[in-house]
């Protein structure tokens, strides 16, 4: 891992977050009431090829951004970015190659990420419980991860992930 | 030792991040508003705005495609749902003008203004929240151009929102659909006033001791605490009444769509304790009795845009 491969991965991050609010968010494209974590797929993309610290701390700043350009209390996005991206860290060596399991994996991280969200906001007073749409808010997501992974994962691998790969391979 | 060993570098990095995110959670949470949350949400902002707006520029027709394509699906049962709906319009219209005659006739009376005589900003939404848990926009006029927190946000349709943090070039505006957003209304043809809240799709009123049920099709508009009066929020999808005597729910259908956002204004200028100097003048209404949260919080902190209160309760 080099710093570029670092810097490569903090501009794709940079550019999933303005597609994330502009593009995806709500009121924008979102299929049955949900949008994809575009985010989230960049960052599992990324880790796959970064070392374990800059990894956390991708995820941490990603999450961060997504909470200073959202409406929920700081720090809610970075917490279950974070924890997903060690979840992610932990398995990645263990994880056979093959697309089933990349698939797989990130519809369970992104499922893991959108409940944390949801458990972590409700603590801190907000009102996502309230509704039977949360089920939908978190499930929906984690299939459309699914399928923007197929198109991300390829990219971020041409970009940084020529020289080193640490299993999720697709 | 070993379990000590067990933290290795990446897991002490997870509890150091952790705990900044939850002590920066809590702050924010604190802070309600303000602190270094709020400033910290301006750098962004200012940084992102650019790129959202670019962002949002080149992906509207696509975005407005796929708009369309969804929309093909529904259009048949639209179609019939509308035709009906046209008979039942054209017996209310007839009855709609003697309403709006009593209407302008006690707007008179109480010497209130129509929302369209407020000042207003027209704003463009740039960006939403990151999932559809986030029920927010992002607009491009902040307070350089007068807008302040707890402002309502309508557009053709009716109300959308209220700012509910301000940078200088932009704003937040928390969607009526929010779970933490509570808004008094009033039924136009009952008069009956209730609370309003969020359910993420749709909207939930309650009224409390309702004399009469509320029917499907009333319009619930504003009524006049911390947003102007008269402003639409939406109609009431079906009959309901109370029953049991706890009180009424009734699910109304937003007047406003939120996939059709685009230009809004920003009615500025109005200070809810305009609506408490009216209400003062007034008799105290089994109403205002029973539903304190809209109409006597912001006045008790004398808090004129309503910063803490203006329809939120407090997380």
Same mark, same amino acid.
């Given at each position: 891992m080099r710093t570029r491969d670092v810097g490569i991965s903090l501009a794709l991050v940079i550019l999933a977050v303005v597609a994330q609010t502009a593009v995806f968010g709500d009121g924008r494209i979102n299929p049955w009431g949900a949008s994809p974590a575009a985010v989230l797929v960049v960052v599992l993309a990324c880790v796959r090829y970064l070392d374990p610290e800059p990894s956390l701390l991708l995820g941490f700043t990603a999450g961060m951004l997504l909470d200073l350009l959202?409406?929920?209390?700081?720090g809610l996005w970075a917490m279950a970015y974070t924890v997903s991206v060690y979840i992610a860290l932990r398995f990645r060596s263990r994880a056979d190659d093959g697309p089933v399991i990349v698939g797989l994996g990130v519809f369970l991280i992104t499922l893991v990420a959108h409940s944390l969200f949801v458990i972590i906001g409700t603590l801190f007073g907000e009102r996502f419980f309230t509704s039977t749409a949360v089920i939908k808010d978190t499930l929906l997501p984690a299939l459309y991860n699914v399928v923007l992974a197929a198109v991300v994962f390829p990219i971020v691998s041409r970009l940084i992930g020529r020289r080193q790969r640490l299993g999720w391979s697709t | 030792m070993q379990s000590f060993q067990r933290f290795d570098k990446s897991t002490t990095l997870l509890i150091a991040l952790l705990v900044v995110a939850f002590l920066l959670a809590t702050f924010d949470v604190r802070s309600a508003g303000g602190g270094i949350g709020t400033t910290m949400r301006e750098g962004a902002q200012t940084l992102f705005s650019p790129l959202q707006e670019v962002a949002a520029a080149v992906t509207r027709p696509v975005v407005g495609f796929i708009d369309a394509l969804s929309d093909i699906a529904s259009l048949r049962e639209e179609n019939d749902a509308l035709r009906l709906e046209n008979e039942e319009l054209k017996t209310e219209v007839e009855q709609f003008a003697s309403i709006q005659a009593d209407l302008e006739h006690l707007m008179e009376i109480n010497s209130l203004e129509a929302p369209e005589d407020l000042p207003t900003v027209t704003a463009r939404i740039v960006s939403s929240g990151?999932?559809?848990?986030?029920l927010v926009r992002f607009i491009d006029k902040g307070s350089n151009d007068g807008i302040s927190v707890g402002d309502a946000v309508i557009d053709q349709r009716g109300l959308i929102g209220r700012v509910d943090d301000v940078f200088r070039n932009s704003a937040r505006v928390r969607l009526?659909?929010?779970?933490?957003v509570t808004i008094s209304v009033?039924? &136009?043809?009952?008069s009956q006033t209730g609370l309003l809240t969020g359910d993420n799709d749709t909207l939930i009123l309650r009224i409390f001791n309702a004399e009469e049920p509320v029917r499907e099709g009333n319009v619930i508009v504003t009524a006049g605490s911390r947003f102007p009066p008269g402003i639409v929020v939406g109609t009431v999808k079906e009959t309901a009444a109370d029953d049991a005597g706890f009180g009424l729910d009734a699910e109304v259908v937003a007047a406003m769509n939120p996939t059709r956002l685009d230009y809004v204004k920003v009615i500025v200028g109005y200070s809810p304790l305009d609506a408490a100097d009216d209400e003062t003048e007034e008799p105290v209404t089994d109403e205002l009795v029973e539903e304190?949260? &809209?109409?006597?919080v912001g006045e008790a902190d004398g808090n004129a845009d309503g910063a803490d209160s203006s329809g939120e309760e407090a997380p």
């Open positions: 959202g409406g929920a209390p700081l | 990151a999932s559809t848990l986030d009526i659909f929010d779970p933490n009033q039924d &136009e043809v009952t304190p949260t &809209e109409d006597t």
